[in-house]
Structure formats: structure tokens, C-alpha cells
């Protein structure tokens, strides 16, 4: 018995579903949404790419027409229940294709460094301006159930939960990137954590991208979208006080640098090279991991 085209390309989407979850990076950290739904969405997308071609730079280019097209709209069209829904759907779109990329780059045998920090451009873009777009909307759109609003101490919010939504990021990627440097410098490995716990997963849910991109089905009705997000708001910078605290704590354990020798980004050691007293560090191997990218928006189509 012959099996038809359409059930054959059914068996191989699901094969490689299979794959992907074989080759996942750590959920340690990972918030509920980002870890229960945008993670599994991003491997279908990742398997459908695989099999159309697709390369993990056009997955992070479709992540980004989706998520800008987004932002455009909520700061330009006025805030009504339907354009909420739209937002609130491209915003999720656009998250499903930020975790395919960095899925689809290890199926296909790992990463690049130029997708890499292609995909951290990107989500360093997205999660500023969308917070900016939150002012500009209540801004323009003061008069639309939100008089005391868009004219008033109100706007400091959308401007603060940007500013915090950037250091969040560069914190985790600045960390991830200075424990790459040290471990290459030790000739060790980073280490990949483990033993993720879902109640954390759940208590660290309010500081999750994926939630923030729901919260916008509330943009019709002002006083509730906006004491929602507020809320949201606050909960992102007593995480970022707290983590802010945890992270350096990390780093300041790692001491300093163990070999002498020029220093290259960061304090790091430049293997074979000369060093101020004439001495040469000796070549070490390089450790990988996909470190704090756990809790970053989406993947990357470099090490995601």
C-alpha cells in the first residue's frame, strides 16, 4: 500500500518535530508562556522552514515584519478592540518566529555569529520601541477613554518599562557573553544549567514577553489595559533589581582572570599572543553555551 504525498509530508513535519525537541536549549529561567507555548510553536514553524528551505535569517526577518508591523500599527491606528486583537496577534506571530530561528539554525547544524547578533538587533529593537509605541499611543489617543492619561505623570510608565526592558536584555547578554569570554580564557566549558522548576517558571510569568504581547487584547478598553500594564511594568523592574543583584554576584565569583596576557573584550585573555611581560598564553578550547538566552525573548538564529 502506497502512502499518499500529503500523509508523507505529515510523517516527516512530525520527525522533525521529534528532532527538535532533541536539540532544545535550557528552560532554566525561561518564563510560563516562553517555555509551555512559544517554544513548541517555534518548533513547527522551525520543521515547516526546514522543509520549505527557509534559512534561520529569513525566520528572524519574518519575526521582525510581523513584530514592527505591529508596532507601527499601535502607535499610529487608533486603540479599539480590534486593532488590540490585531497587535496582540502579529506580537505572537512574531514570537513564534523568534523562537523558529535559533530552532531552525541547530537543526541545520548550528549558528552563526552574524545570525546571532542579526537576532539580538532585532530583539534589542523590538522591545524598546514597543514600549515607546505604548507612550505614543496614549499620547495621540489621550482623548479616547484615556484623558488623564496621555497628557499626564502616566506617559513615565511605557518610558520606564523601555528603559527596563533594554537593561534586562543587555544584562543577560552582556553576562552570557563575559562567561563565554572567561571560560574560553580557562579553557573550560560554560556551564548549561538544568533542573528547571515550572513554579519558577510561573512566579517569573509577569516579566514575560509572551504575556506582554497578550496584555495587548486589553488596548480597547484604556483604564484596564492600562493597570495592567502598569502593573507588568513594575514587576519587570523588581525582577531586574533582583536578577540585576544575582547576576553580578555570578560574575564577581568568577575572579579574575587566571593567565596573563594581552587582554582582549572584556578582560579576556587573547590565546597566542604576547602578554605585557613578554609571555605567551597558550591556545585553549573554546566552551559553548546557551547560557542566559533562556530568558530572552525568542531564540536567535545563532545559539538559541
Known amino acids: 500500500m502506497t502512502t499518499s504525498p500529503s500523509c508523507q509530508k505529515t510523517?516527516?513535519?512530525?520527525?522533525?518535530?521529534?528532532?527538535?525537541?532533541?536539540v532544545q536549549k535550557t528552560v532554566k529561567g525561561a518564563p510560563a508562556y516562553s517555555r509551555f507555548v512559544n517554544r513548541p510553536l517555534g518548533r513547527h514553524l522551525a520543521a515547516l522552514a526546514f522543509h520549505g528551505g527557509l534559512t534561520p535569517n529569513q525566520l528572524t526577518a519574518i519575526s521582525a515584519l510581523f513584530s514592527f508591523g505591529a508596532i507601527a500599527t499601535l502607535a499610529l491606528a487608533r486603540p479599539t478592540p480590534g486593532v488590540g486583537v490585531g497587535v496582540c496577534a502579529a506580537l505572537v506571530v512574531g514570537y513564534a518566529f523568534d523562537a523558529a530561528d535559533g530552532q531552525l539554525a541547530r537543526l541545520r547544524g548550528g549558528g552563526t555569529a552574524a545570525g546571532e547578533w542579526l537576532d539580538h538587533m532585532v530583539d534589542c529593537a523590538k522591545i524598546s520601541s514597543l514600549h515607546l509605541a505604548v507612550a505614543v499611543s496614549f499620547y495621540r489617543f489621550s482623548g479616547f477613554g484615556r484623558e488623564d492619561l496621555g497628557r499626564g505623570p502616566y506617559l513615565l510608565v511605557p518610558i520606564g518599562y523601555a528603559i527596563v526592558a533594554?537593561?534586562?536584555?543587555?544584562?543577560?547578554?552582556?553576562?552570557?557573553?563575559?562567561?563565554?569570554?572567561?571560560?574560553?580564557?580557562?579553557?573550560?566549558?560554560?556551564?548549561?544549567?538544568?533542573?528547571?522548576?515550572?513554579?519558577?517558571?510561573?512566579?517569573?510569568?509577569?516579566?514575560?514577553?509572551?504575556?506582554?504581547?497578550?496584555?495587548?487584547?486589553?488596548?480597547?478598553?484604556?483604564?484596564?489595559?492600562?493597570?495592567?500594564?502598569?502593573?507588568?511594568?513594575?514587576?519587570?523592574?523588581?525582577f531586574l533589581l533582583m536578577a540585576a543583584v544575582k547576576w553580578y554576584r555570578e560574575l564577581a565569583a568568577l575572579g579574575p582572570v587566571s593567565a596573563a596576557g594581552p587582554v582582549g573584550a572584556a578582560g579576556a585573555v587573547v590565546p597566542g599572543?604576547?602578554?605585557?611581560?613578554?609571555?605567551?598564553?597558550?591556545?585553549?578550547?573554546?566552551?559553548?553555551?546557551?547560557?542566559?538566552?533562556?530568558?530572552?525573548?525568542?531564540?536567535?538564529?545563532?545559539?538559541?
Not at 286 to 304: C, E, I, L
Open 273 to 304: 599572543q604576547s602578554g605585557p611581560a613578554g609571555a605567551t598564553a597558550e591556545p585553549r578550547a573554546t566552551g559553548s553555551s546557551d547560557g542566559a538566552r533562556a530568558a530572552n525573548p525568542g531564540g536567535g538564529s545563532g545559539t538559541s
Open 11 to 22: 510523517a516527516g513535519h512530525r520527525a522533525t518535530v521529534r528532532r527538535l525537541t532533541t
Open 166 to 238: 533594554a537593561v534586562t536584555f543587555f544584562g543577560m547578554i552582556a553576562g552570557e557573553l563575559l562567561r563565554r569570554i572567561r571560560a574560553a580564557a580557562d579553557g573550560t566549558a560554560v556551564p548549561v544549567a538544568t533542573g528547571a522548576s515550572v513554579v519558577r517558571s510561573l512566579l517569573v510569568l509577569p516579566t514575560d514577553y509572551g504575556l506582554v504581547c497578550l496584555v495587548f487584547l486589553l488596548l480597547g478598553w484604556g483604564p484596564g489595559f492600562a493597570t495592567v500594564y502598569a502593573l507588568m511594568g513594575a514587576a519587570s523592574t523588581a
